[in-house]
């Protein structure tokens, strides 16, 4: 046998192994991604920061998180803030602030979002007044590029985190839903997008089809999940942002429907860089956030 045929004969049975391996389902392969440091939006155990913020941290740390993503400091000053975090063994990525800090005490923001180590400012919601009016989310749009422009210079990224309600189709907007608006006007080296994975789910719209169209603009999700999808009211998307769905609904990460698996086999092309656990009213938020470690803690994707 010449060497040309041994060589034809290598090459012949190595594209019919690769194409029976192809043809496998690609889950029939051990997943290799893992996420290695989970973290917590600390507005999951606000209450009890109230009451005890160093030690709530602690007990925090104690579960396993690594990162926290901050929602108020209750009245501690950023390098008391960074002296807990680094006793703790964590690290604060981000934090949320409201809109009005945004526009009238944005400076002040930026300079405690460095002594704390922040890399990311992030504004969580919008007040309805402002989104309902004619211009709204024009100010919205134009008032996030000035933020992000200015953090920039800072090296601090500024971002939005979205609920439910930009997922209605606006009016004002000719029809077309806010959060498509907020993406398309506003600048991507100085606004990012922190997506909550579990409102955009409930309004029946997938976050993997937006990772695709505006891909690596979400470097940071909140991971929370429901014990069922909702049925949505055609143009009512905002109809879930209520006490008694965040109660009966909402659940630990894990024990309900969303697929995760699915959703972060495509991080990377979404960007994601940190993935914070949060539920809105657990019944004993330790024991949500326990639960929801383990789980993360343990997913291959």
């Given at each position: ?98 809109y009005d ?29 402002l989104r ?128 995760w698996k ?40």
């Amino acid at each position: 046998m010449t060497k040309f045929s041994m060589n034809r004969r290598t090459f012949l049975e190595t594209s019919i192994a690769t194409g029976v391996l192809a043809s496998f389902p690609s889950r029939a392969f051990p997943a290799t991604h893992e996420i290695k440091r989970v973290g917590v939006q600390l507005y999951t155990v606000r209450d009890d920061m109230k009451k005890d913020f160093a030690g709530s941290i602690a007990k925090v740390a104690a579960i396993g998180y690594k990162e926290v993503e901050f929602a108020g400091y209750f009245d501690h000053q950023p390098a008391d803030v960074k002296a807990l975090l680094q006793k703790d063994g964590l690290t604060a990525p981000s934090c949320h602030v409201s809109y009005d800090v945004v526009e009238n005490h944005w400076p002040e923001t930026i300079d405690a979002a460095k002594i704390i180590g922040h890399d990311y400012i992030i504004c969580p919601w919008v007040e309805e007044k402002l989104r309902k009016s004619p211009d709204g989310w024009k100010k919205v749009a134009e008032a996030f590029n000035k933020a992000g422009e200015a953090s920039a210079k800072a090296g601090i990224q500024f971002g939005y985190h979205n609920h439910t309600f930009e997922f209605a189709p606006d009016p004002n907007l000719g029809g077309k839903l806010p959060y498509d608006f907020l993406l398309d006007n506003t600048n991507p080296k100085f606004v990012v997008m922190e997506m909550d994975l579990c409102w955009i789910t409930v309004t029946g719209h997938d976050p993997v089809a937006y990772f695709a169209k505006y891909p690596g603009r979400f470097p940071l999700v909140h991971v929370k999940d429901v014990k069922e999808i909702p049925k949505v009211t055609p143009g009512k998307a905002d109809e879930f942002l209520n006490t008694d769905f965040e109660k009966n609904v909402m659940t630990a990460v894990g024990s309900g429907v969303i697929d995760w698996k699915r959703i972060f086999a495509h991080a990377d092309e979404a960007g994601i860089k940190h993935y914070f656990v949060e539920h809105d009213a657990p019944v004993d938020p330790f024991a949500s956030i326990t639960a929801s470690y383990k789980y993360l803690a343990a997913l291959r994707f």
